[in-house]
């Protein structure tokens, strides 16, 4: 049974930074690329950012690029996003999700199979 499970969400002021995880069992975690959503209040789940299995390609949606670093650790099964100089509109619920499909663009959801359940972001002005 495949589990991804996010943590390090919270209440941040404008300009600060955390760092979410996301931590994954029940796969070969090295075959799957890895990707983040964000799903804010009355708005359409979006693209964050993805990773490949092996770390060798990152992709990154327009909003985030250069505040936003995605990362992973094969060795311990978890993915990594890395939020700096944070605003009030990343205010979402992020969520890390799982594809082993080949093919199809890493920024549309359903090209996912697994999902976490999501963690907190709340970014205050």
């Known amino acids: 049974q495949v589990q991804l499970v996010e943590s390090g969400g919270g209440l941040v002021q404008a300009g600060g930074s955390l760092r979410l995880s996301c931590a994954a069992s029940?796969?070969?975690?090295?075959?799957?690329?890895m990707g983040w959503f964000r799903q804010a209040p009355g708005k359409d789940r979006e693209f964050v950012a993805a990773?490949?299995?092996?770390?060798?390609?990152?992709y990154y949606a327009d909003s985030v690029k250069g505040r936003f670093t995605i990362s992973r650790d094969n060795a311990k099964n978890a993915v990594y996003l890395q939020m700096n100089n944070l605003k009030p509109e990343d205010t979402a619920v992020y969520y890390c999700?799982?594809?082993?499909?080949?093919?199809?663009?890493?920024?549309?959801?359903?090209?996912?199979?697994?999902w976490g359940q999501g963690t907190q972001v709340t970014v205050s002005s």
């Open positions: 029940g796969l070969t975690f090295s075959n799957y690329a």
């Open positions: 999700a799982a594809r082993r499909r080949l093919g199809g663009s890493y920024y549309i959801g359903s090209n996912y199979e697994y």
């Open positions: 990773i490949t299995g092996s770390g060798g390609n990152l």
